[in-house]
């Protein structure tokens, strides 16, 4: 009877899997394809999880352990990189909105596709020239104190 079970369990687990590997492929958007992907880590995991603690008693405790740490990590990483990808569509909106108005002449081609990793990489640069000349700034300023 146990041998049964976990067979079910394992079809149940095989079956949001597929389902959740052809969301990944289909869906239009990062945001889609996440949710997804959380199905995969959730659903599909743990019915693989379950037939194999049936099939397998000797490893129950392990794969219960296992089954624990996806269910406590998996949140933080969706959630890490929704906000990630929230962060870069609302980088390329204002780039967009920024080169559009830029445009002089009306038959400026539209800006669909805007690598936003350029404009990250030159902003962080940026800040960090920003900030090494705000502290030799200070230095000089330390320096002065010091010898008067």
Do not use: N, W
């Not at 869906?27 to 049936?54: N, Q, T």
């Not at 669909?112 to 502290?135: C, F, K, N």
């Amino acid at each position: 009877m146990l041998d049964f079970l976990g067979v079910i369990a394992l079809l149940f687990g095989l079956f949001f899997s597929a389902v959740g590997v052809i969301g990944v492929i289909r869906l239009p958007d990062a945001l889609a394809r996440l949710h997804a992907s959380g199905k995969v880590a959730i659903l599909g995991l743990f019915g693989l999880l379950l037939g194999a603690s049936l099939l397998m008693p000797s490893s129950a405790l392990r794969l219960l352990t296992l089954g624990l740490f996806v269910l406590l990590t998996s949140p933080v990483a969706t959630h890490a990189i929704a906000a990630s990808v929230y962060r870069r569509q609302e980088i390329a909106k204002e780039l967009t909105q920024e080169l559009a108005q830029d445009s002089a002449s009306p038959e400026a081609p539209p800006f669909a596709g805007v690598d936003v990793t350029g404009v990250i990489t030159r902003s962080r640069i940026q800040d960090i020239l920003d900030a090494q000349e705000r502290a030799t700034r200070q230095r000089r300023v330390d320096s002065d104190k010091r010898k008067s």
